[in-house]
């Protein structure tokens, strides 16, 4: 067995881990990163990419405190994506600088008041036939049309940007054993190392940005098993000559029918399907999630041949911490002495996390190896680590087995 040690582990190379590695290095510790698959492969690269600002979950008032919170990340992300604010994403792309709302007029009368208010501060603008996106003029939309200022952005080009400057600190490897019986909440303690394969680490902090891989952290904690939960997603897949279109469908209730995110492949376009669509699709047949999904396509866009299209479907598990099946308010990180448990919930939380895990860190070790610095130098290990790198994973569009309907 070989041994090593690290100032910092971290467990999970998703949008979470990445952006804690960073910041970590940035601020002088030796951390370094294990990944048991490849870089964004576990939620990641199936997120739709859109940095919430918190307008879908003010809507119909249920989540007022999740929209309040969410207003302030995504300056943070446009600095960062601008180059100006560190972990630099300028290498990155962004899909598009903002959304679409577009509704039947019936719904306006519902949440009115809440749109009227988001208008106020800017963040939503209810736009004049003339400037409606292609795909709901030709479509053939019938009802208003909204832009909300929400970046959505290319989801593994910000993970690629993120691993480039500390690619040798990012590993490819499973953790196959950690002896659990240290690892107990309110103890000083925690983790005495990991294991990976025939590589034994040790580390002053161990952080778990392993998604479902925490799951059997926290059970082994003592957190117990109702410390984290799953909440299940098929998102369906549609890919051809399609126009650009980023947003949320709305229609008898403020809870979005469809959200669409395009997204391009070879010389054709993916629009991936989230919201309404990917929730009923959880419980149905690839077959059945596929043709509610392109009925709901056809009530709302009835001049688009659907069925000339290739379609596919994704499923995936949201690994949170606890929250009763609902979305959890933000970003949650769990302390077992040396070690925590953490998850972002969204993709747009990943920097306020990153300042959990820091803050988490700068408690059990005081003192980086090496002054902060304003970009990352590269990993000047102690010990040669003898695992691969991680590679970077692909989109669930570039996996899919794609079919037509007939
Ligand atoms: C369909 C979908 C759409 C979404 N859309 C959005 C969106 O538009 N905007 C937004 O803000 N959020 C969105 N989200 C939420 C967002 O994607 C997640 O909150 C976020 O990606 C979670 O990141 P993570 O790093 O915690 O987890 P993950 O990305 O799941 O990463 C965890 C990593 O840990 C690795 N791992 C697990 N176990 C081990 C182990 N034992 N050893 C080593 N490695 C291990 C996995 O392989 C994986 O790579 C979406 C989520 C889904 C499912």
């Known amino acids: 067995m070989v041994k090593v040690h690290r100032q910092v582990v971290i467990i999970g190379a998703g949008i979470a881990g990445l952006w804690t590695l960073r910041r970590l290095v940035a601020a002088g510790y030796d951390a370094i990163l294990l990944e048991q698959e490849a870089i964004g492969s576990g939620q990641t690269l199936g997120a739709q990419g859109i940095l919430h600002g918190g307008v879908k979950y003010g809507l119909d008032g249920s989540n007022r405190d999740i929209a309040a919170r969410l207003r302030s990340l995504p300056p943070i992300w446009l600095e960062c994506l601008a180059g100006t604010r560190e972990p630099s994403l300028s290498a990155a792309r962004t899909l598009s600088p903002c959304q679409h709302l577009w509704a039947a007029d019936s719904w306006l009368a519902k949440v009115g008041a809440t749109v009227g208010a988001r208008a106020m501060q800017g963040e939503v603008r209810k736009l004049d036939k003339t400037e409606w996106p292609e795909a709901l003029t030709k479509g053939g939309h019938k009802g208003s049309v909204y832009e909300l200022a929400e970046t959505v952005i290319d989801v593994k080009s910000v993970l690629a940007a993120l691993a480039a400057p500390v690619k040798d600190r990012i590993f490819l490897g499973k953790i196959t054993g950690f002896q659990a019986s240290s690892l107990q909440p309110g103890t000083a303690d925690g983790l005495a190392s990991i294991e990976c394969g025939d590589v034994q680490f040790t580390s002053d902090v161990f952080l778990f940005m392993a998604a479902t891989g925490n799951e059997e952290a926290a059970q082994s904690a003592g957190f117990g098993p109702a410390a984290t939960q799953r909440r299940p997603l098929k998102q369906v897949m549609v890919r051809g000559k399609l126009p650009?279109?980023?947003?949320?469908?709305?229609?008898?209730?403020?809870?979005?029918?469809?959200?669409?995110?395009a997204h391009p492949m070879d010389d054709e376009t993916v629009w991936y399907l989230g919201g309404g669509v990917a929730e009923d699709a959880v419980n149905l047949s690839d077959e059945d999630a596929i043709l509610n999904a392109m009925n709901k396509l056809r009530a709302i866009f009835?001049?688009?041949?659907?069925?000339?299209?290739?379609?596919?479907?994704?499923?995936?598990?949201?690994?949170?911490?606890?929250?009763?099946?609902?979305?959890?308010?933000?970003?949650?990180?769990?302390?077992?002495?040396?070690?925590?448990?953490?998850?972002?919930?969204?993709?747009?939380?990943?920097?306020?996390?990153?300042?959990?895990?820091?803050?988490?860190?700068?408690?059990?070790?005081?003192?980086?190896t090496s002054p902060a610095q304003t970009s990352p130098a590269p990993a000047s290990p102690a010990e040669t680590i003898p695992l691969p790198g991680a590679p970077m994973g692909k989109f669930p569009w570039e996996t899919a087995i794609w079919q037509t309907l007939k």
């Open 244 to 261: 650009p279109l980023y947003g949320h469908c709305v229609t008898a209730t403020p809870k979005p029918v469809v959200t669409i995110t």
């Open 302 to 368: 009835p001049e688009i041949p659907w069925k000339q299209f290739a379609w596919a479907c994704w499923k995936v598990d949201r690994s949170e911490p606890n929250a009763a099946s609902r979305l959890p308010d933000g970003p949650a990180l769990l302390e077992a002495g040396n070690t925590a448990l953490a998850w972002p919930t969204k993709l747009v939380y990943a920097p306020a996390l990153a300042d959990l895990a820091l803050e988490f860190t700068a408690r059990h070790v005081p003192t980086p």
